[in-house]
């Protein structure tokens, strides 16, 4: 691919974008210089886009980055787009923290956000490609960049995300050559990641920004899910190039939010009857989870995620969530199980083992057939 800076010609009038960059804790110093310099090297006129730092604050015992942040928007100052600084009192989580910048987005009447993950930078064009995708096509709700690893810029990360119908996500084609694929300019995807994902405003006002309780996991699912299940597309635009600094997370509370989040997504998303065809095969998945979790050294997060499903609180917020996506949904779970795929592909070699490949992979594909035969509603 040719990311040689182009001049953007659209005779048309320009969409207003924000470009909401979310950092938190010392992730400034790795990752800042970086994506100040790819910002301000975008072929979309400055005029009409803006840079909103978001920084999420900082862990307890440390110093704040925020002055670093400060100290580097002033030395770049003269390069950059408009940038606006967004500190925040604590940490909002990752749905929380792009809320506050796609907040201030609306509020000063841009036309669509950009989130940026922190530990990645842009192609020059990623923003112009963007921005007439979405031009081009009112039914697109979320368009995803085409993200590619940021060492090694040939292979993929993400070329759309795919959601399984237990309701894990994991990133599609990782880590397979970019050049080995045909992809159209514009491609319908399961959902879009997170990572580098351009949305409307007047959709985020219309039904809502993102969900703050999921905090971190299943954020991007839930809204691009929520897009399509009201009719719109949610695509890839590929030669729009987000390049991303990956690395799988050992984080043991990961499999907490992960775990939580997952259940609630089911239970905001598909139909009761649909949830009671799943529990055979949730249940099994379940019995192999406590196994592997014990044998991870993760079990106490996964008690903690009975512990939280266990109060009724709980079942009351997402149940709440729930009566509304039933209500307004145009799209239904049949449309869902099409939408889905039956394997696990985890993003890690060394987490794939042989009773996933070849025991319950082959059992969930299936059980998808299964379920895309008998669920009509």
Same mark, same amino acid.
């Given at each position: 691919?040719?990311?040689?800076?182009?001049?953007?010609?659209?005779?048309?009038?320009?969409?207003?974008?924000?470009?909401?960059?979310?950092?938190?804790?010392?992730?400034?110093?790795?990752?800042?210089?970086?994506?100040?310099?790819?910002?301000?090297?975008?072929?979309?006129?400055?005029?009409?886009?803006?840079?909103?730092?978001?920084?999420?604050?900082?862990?307890?015992?440390?110093?704040?980055?925020?002055?670093?942040?400060?100290?580097?928007?002033?030395?770049?100052?003269?390069?950059?787009?408009?940038?606006?600084?967004?500190?925040?009192?604590?940490?909002?989580?990752?749905?929380?923290?792009?809320?506050?910048?796609?907040?201030?987005?609306?509020?000063?009447?841009?036309?669509?956000?950009?989130?940026?993950?922190?530990?990645?930078?842009?192609?020059?064009?990623?923003?112009? $490609?963007?921005?007439?995708?979405?031009?081009?096509?009112?039914?697109?709700?979320?368009?995803?960049?085409?993200?590619?690893?940021?060492?090694?810029?040939?292979?993929?990360?993400?070329?759309?995300?795919?959601?399984?119908?237990?309701?894990?996500?994991?990133?599609?084609?990782?880590?397979?050559?970019?050049?080995?694929?045909?992809?159209? $300019?514009?491609?319908?995807?399961?959902?879009?990641?997170?990572?580098?994902?351009?949305?409307?405003?007047?959709?985020?006002?219309?039904?809502?920004?993102?969900?703050?309780?999921?905090?971190?996991?299943?954020?991007?699912?839930?809204?691009?899910?929520?897009?399509?299940?009201?009719?719109?597309?949610?695509?890839?635009?590929?030669?729009?190039?987000?390049?991303?600094?990956?690395?799988?997370?050992?984080?043991?509370?990961?499999?907490?939010?992960?775990?939580?989040?997952?259940?609630?997504?089911?239970?905001?998303?598909?139909?009761?009857?649909?949830?009671?065809?799943?529990?055979?095969?949730?249940?099994?998945?379940?019995?192999?989870?406590?196994?592997?979790?014990?044998?991870?050294?993760?079990?106490?997060?996964?008690?903690?995620?009975?512990?939280?499903?266990?109060? @009724?609180?709980?079942?009351?917020?997402?149940?709440?969530?729930?009566?509304?996506?039933?209500?307004?949904?145009?799209?239904?779970?049949?449309?869902?199980?099409?939408?889905?795929?039956?394997?696990?592909?985890?993003?890690?070699?060394?987490?794939?083992?042989?009773?996933?490949?070849?025991?319950?992979?082959?059992?969930? @594909?299936?059980?998808?057939?299964?379920?895309?035969?008998?669920?009509?509603?």
């Amino acid at each position: 691919m040719n990311y040689k800076k182009q001049k953007y010609t659209n005779k048309s009038r320009h969409s207003r974008v924000a470009l909401i960059y979310l950092l938190w804790s010392q992730e400034p110093y790795d990752y800042l210089i970086k994506a100040l310099e790819c910002v301000a090297d975008q072929t979309y006129p400055q005029e009409y886009f803006s840079l909103v730092i978001v920084y999420n604050s900082h862990k307890e015992g440390e110093k704040s980055a925020f002055p670093y942040i400060e100290e580097q928007v002033e030395r770049y100052r003269a390069q950059l787009p408009q940038v606006v600084l967004l500190p925040q009192k604590k940490n909002l989580g990752f749905s929380g923290g792009n809320n506050a910048g796609m907040q201030w987005s609306i509020d000063h009447g841009y036309d669509y956000v950009f989130l940026h993950n922190a530990d990645g930078f842009l192609a020059n064009s990623c923003i112009e $490609k963007m921005a007439k995708a979405l031009d081009a096509d009112r039914a697109i709700g979320a368009a995803q960049a085409m993200v590619l690893l940021g060492k090694e810029p040939d292979l993929i990360n993400t070329s759309g995300n795919c959601w399984h119908y237990l309701g894990f996500g994991y990133s599609n084609n990782y880590r397979r050559n970019v050049h080995d694929f045909p992809f159209p $300019k514009v491609l319908d995807i399961n959902y879009a990641s997170g990572a580098a994902i351009m949305m409307r405003c007047s959709f985020l006002k219309k039904y809502g920004l993102w969900d703050d309780d999921y905090f971190m996991y299943h954020e991007d699912t839930d809204y691009s899910y929520r897009l399509y299940l009201l009719g719109y597309r949610i695509v890839l635009v590929s030669d729009a190039v987000f390049h991303h600094l990956y690395n799988f997370s050992k984080s043991i509370t990961k499999y907490y939010w992960m775990e939580r989040n997952r259940y609630a997504f089911l239970l905001v998303f598909l139909k009761w009857r649909t949830l009671l065809l799943l529990l055979p095969m949730l249940l099994v998945m379940e019995l192999g989870l406590i196994f592997f979790s014990l044998k991870g050294g993760w079990f106490t997060q996964r008690l903690k995620v009975y512990r939280y499903w266990l109060r @009724r609180e709980s079942w009351n917020l997402w149940l709440l969530k729930r009566k509304h996506v039933q209500k307004t949904r145009v799209r239904g779970d049949r449309e869902m199980l099409q939408h889905a795929v039956g394997d696990i592909i985890f993003q890690e070699d060394s987490l794939e083992n042989p009773i996933l490949l070849y025991v319950a992979n082959p059992l969930m @594909r299936y059980y998808l057939a299964f379920l895309r035969v008998f669920v009509r509603w």
